[in-house]
């Protein structure tokens, strides 16, 4: 899975390190894959759809495990073939995903259900899991790192919202009580919350598949964050020196200043302030 031309020496003193990284047959973790390619990570792509993992990894010389991260099973049987095909230094847990933008009184169930096993329930399980995994690695390497790509939804509820609020609320609390569970021991866990993200799938996706009103979310924002920024930060955060910890970056466009503040048309300079 080693990229060809000049390696390049990581925190832990190592050569080449493996991150896996969930949710990567699409949007932040698709381009979080090709970012850590870039610097020379070896990379294992995690997500449902086998066809566009091995696409990624055809492309860009990936590694590609389908796995539904909601399958207990399905989880313990990636888990064993990470830990028979090699160290694990860094998990990059980007799976999850919104379904609908109903009331609280008219929420439904099966939606909030659906939110919670793949923001949290998902999330507590690949921890779990891989732990050990990260713990082998940190002791030979130095260091070992988790970074968890929670959601501005996370931090501010808006109307329509609160399934996604609650389940990506409960995501990051798990972030916080893990840092400090693991204080001591040479694994940094970051937290990237990104606000709005134009990405092929997740808008469409929480909107059932209506690409009009997906793409009415984003009409008139000037330059919303794509994918590609969100990795860029990720990368970053590895690529660190290990001494440096993250905790929670906020990323939002310049035309979100808050999350319920989003300016659409052309940012321009105001000619009319004193």
């Known amino acids: 899975m080693t990229g060809s031309g000049p390696k390049k020496l990581y925190g832990g003193g190592m ?13 932040i973790g698709e381009a ?3 970012a850590l390619r870039a610097q020379r990570w070896d990379v294992v792509g995690v997500a449902r ?3 566009r993992l091995e696409a990624l990894a055809e492309e860009t010389g990936s ?3 389908a796995c539904d991260l909601t399958d207990a099973d ?46 949290v329930l998902s999330t507590q399980r690949l921890v779990a899991g891989i732990l050990p995994l990260l713990r082998e690695a940190a002791a030979q390497s130095g260091h070992a790192d988790m970074v968890f790509v929670t959601s501005t939804a996370a931090q501010i509820g808006y109307p329509g919202g609160g399934g996604y609020n609650a389940a990506k609320a409960a995501e990051s609390m798990l972030v916080k009580v893990l840092r ?28 059932g598949g209506d690409r009009v009103a997906a793409e009415a979310v984003y009409a008139g924002v000037e330059e ?21 910890n993250l905790d929670l970056v906020t990323m939002r466009p310049v035309a979100q200043s808050a999350q319920h503040m989003l300016a659409r048309g052309p940012l321009q300079v105001r000619t009319d302030v004193d």
């Open 224 to 244: 919303p964050l794509l994918a590609q920024d969100v990795a860029d930060v990720i990368a970053f955060a590895l690529d660190a020196p290990r001494r440096v």
């Open 63 to 65: 590694a590609a495990l």
């Open 49 to 51: 759809r086998a066809e």
């Open 74 to 119: 399905a989880v313990e049987a990636m888990l064993a073939e990470l830990a028979r095909t090699g160290p694990v230094h860094a998990l990059v847990q980007v799976a999850g995903g919104a379904r609908g933008t109903d009331s609280v009184e008219g929420g439904s169930v099966e939606d909030w259900q659906w939110m919670y096993d793949a923001n």
């Open 180 to 207: 400090q569970e693991l204080n001591g021991e040479p694994i940094r866990v970051v937290e990237i919350a990104p606000g709005m993200v134009h990405t092929e799938e997740f808008t469409l996706n929480r909107l």
């Open 15 to 27: 050569m080449n390190r493996r991150a896996v990284v969930t949710g990567a047959s699409t949007g």
């Open 32 to 34: 979080t894959v090709r």
